[in-house]
Structures are given as C-alpha cells and as structure tokens.
C-alpha cells in the first residue's frame, strides 16, 4: 500500500528557532516494510509539492502528526484542503496533541486517530485496511464517519523499548541538512527512552504515554547513532530522561567510546540526577556532551512543589556547580507565569545572577493539552494553537501586556550583557594567544552577533506582541 506521512507547515504567527527531523514519522514509516512509504515535510515544502506528490505517487493513505499544540491548526487547514482536492485519500492523525485532545481532528476527512504510541497500532490499521477487516480489535484508535465518532479504543501501554525500529531517515535525505537545532546547529535527534517516570504538572509526556516509561537498550541506541549520516555531527537527545537509569546511560558512554563516534551531543537532564552521579556527567563530558537543558523552573521550592517537580533549589544550584566544574554548557530552564507581577521578574534575574548562571531560558507557562495546568486554566485561554510556542502568554497576564513583555525581555537582555561578553571575548583572545587552555574555557563567551540579534530581535518582538494583544483588547 502506498502511505505519505506528512508533517504540516509551521505557524506563521509562532516564534519557534529550532526545525528538528519529523522522528515520529521516520519510526512510523520503519514499522511499515512493506509498504511502499514516503514522507513529505511542508514545513520546508510548499503545497505544491504535496500536490505533485499526491499525482505521482498517489497515496491511499496519508498519515499527518500532530505532536505540538502550535501545528494544530496548519494541520486542520491542510486535512481540509486534501478531503476538499482528493476526497477519496484515507486521512489518519495521531501525535501528542492528538492523544490529548483527539476531539479537535473528529471534523470531515479524518478517518481515523491514533492514540498514544502507533507503532503497533498503525500497522495493525493499515492491515485492516488492506484486507477490509473490520477496526474493532485495534487497540488505541478511534474511528470516524464524516466527522462522527463511530469506534473508539482505548490506548494499549504494552508498547517494548525492542519493538521500537531504527527511524527510516533515509526518506527525509533530502531534508537532512536543512534540520537543525534553536541554536542553528544541525542536528538529529534520538531518542533514547519513552514516557516519562516523574508526574510534573505542567508536563503531558507521562500522561500521553499513560505513565509509561521504558528505555531503550544502549545497543539500540548505539547503533542508531552509528547510522546517523556522516554530516551530521550533533546529536539531540529528544527525550527527558536520557541520563535517569546511570547503568544504561553509562553503557550508552562507553559504547560511543570504543566505537570512536566523534560527535557533539546535548539534551535534557534533571538537576538531582546530575547531582546523584557526577562521575557520570565526566564520563559523557568527554566523548563530546556539550550543552545540557536543565529544568530549574522557580526560585523556590514552595514553588517546584507545586509544579510536583519532586527536586529541591539546592539540587539545582549544586548541579550548576558540578557542571561548571567538568566543564558542560548548559541552559537552565525557568517557567516565567502569566501571573508574574514585576518583583516576581526580579526575583528570578536576582536568582540568574547569584548563582552565575550564563544561558539561562525563560519559556512562558503554556497549558499545554494533556497536562493539570491545562485542565486549570482551559477556560481562561485566549489565543488560539498558533500561539502555544511557550513565547505568547496565551492566558491573561495580570501585569498588562506591554509590562509583561518588557519584563520578560529584560530577563534576557539582563542575562546576556553585552559588556560581560565583551570582556570574555578579549580574556579569551588573550588566552588563545598565550594558549591557556583552561582560561580559554573558563571564558566562554556568546558571539557578538548574537548578542546583537537577541536585542534587536527581542526590541521587535515586544513591539509585535503588545500591538497584538492591543488588537485583542479592541476586538
């Protein structure tokens, strides 16, 4: 059978930096060998090409994944514009948001949603197709009649870290180079677990994956990074907990150690875990750990309790010293809420700057569908998905708009300064002309044009953002 997979176009209102591989579609389309698959990316290709294709190839199936909030609603327009130009294609949806909130695809066109985890229940559905059997006993589906639920079942959690195949990349070559991370770096991801074992509120991976979590043998991820292209010399682990089991993590280490893969690798880690096991940060530290995301998210522990983090400010603050110590870049990540007054911006620049922290993040508190925030706050939303790019408040701010944004701005224009970095710059020049390897590293800097973009990209955005929620005011 003839099967596109489809990753809709970006909104064209969000601020998203980073374009990573659709890696959802690569594992779909590897658990369909014997189908004749392909997979069209329309974040980088016009409808034009999807129309090409269509004519081409001509499909009987097209797949389209909905794993962020922010692509809901390009995915709406394109499924609408298929069943309008080619009303006999079979169209199916699945992806975070869609397991979530399935209701939002339940419209004319879509004939089936999954839910959860597909890469039992895809095949399961494409077989039915083929040989017209009835859906009744695939799990984690609900079908549809011209928009009208007809069956629905329920998510089947039996998903084993070995029945997750190598990602066909192979079928997005032509993108390959075009993928690259918020910091402008090519970039592939992997995964290597699913789900998640901790419950924060303001996170839906453990509940999308129905609290479970497996990881992947470090012979699977291996080998899937000695398959990467040979261009690709950064690596992004994809999911949360890539360092959470310490036996398999390490395994993973000196595995890519004695093959003599030479590439960078980044991803996300929790501050306890870093804290529990140092020696292990040294380890990945030198086969080419170069950047972790660290998810601080307050100032205070009343406040990551009620996130339900289950860490403390002093792991967070010990992290970043081990951290600094081996040598890692990293990013701390803090939730800035809508309902921040000025002092509450303050604090979190008082906590930025007492601990030294140098990259800091400061994403916008998102109800993301699936999490306990969401189902806070759901009333209360005011933009519609095109927004839910962590950089909108797409709840009311109780400091007016214009307060919020100049506040949230000044975090990182306050957090970046451009004197520091300037006087980093010539100690490091300074260094490298004495070649004082440790003063090279110790003063690390941003580049100065990226200094520059931040502020005039940050000056423009601020204008952008409360002339936007101004024109919601009048509306």
Known sequence: MKILLIHPPDSKVSIVPGRFEPLGLEVLAAVLPDHDVRILDLRIDHYRVLDRQIDTFKPIVIGITVNNSVHVNQALRLITYIHDQYPDIIQVVGGHHATMLPADFRIPGVHAIFLGWAEKSFPEYIECLEHRKPFDQVQGIEILDQGELRVHNDIRHDLQASEIPLPRRDLVERYLKKYHSDMGFRTSLVNTTRGCAYRCSFCGVWQASGGQFIIRSAEDVCNEIVSLPKFIHRVFFADDNTFLNPENALKLCRMIKEAKIRKKYSGYCRSDTITRYPDMMREWKEIGLDNLCVGFETTSNVHLGELNKKNTIANNEQAARILNDIGIPFRPHFIIDPG?????????????????????????????????YHSEVKDHIILNYDYFDFAHAVIPTRLSPRDFYIAWIHLYF??????????????KTFASITRNKDSVKKNSHLRLINLLMLRLVGIFLCVKLVRHYHSLEKS
């Open 340 to 372: 921040f007054e000025k002092e509450d911006f303050s604090r979190v620049m008082h906590y930025v700057t007492k601990n030294h922290l140098k990259s800091p993040i400061f994403p916008i508190l998102t109800p993301i569908p699936g999490t306990m």
């Open 414 to 427: 306050l957090s970046y300064p451009v004197r520091k970095n300037l006087k980093l710059f010539f100690l």
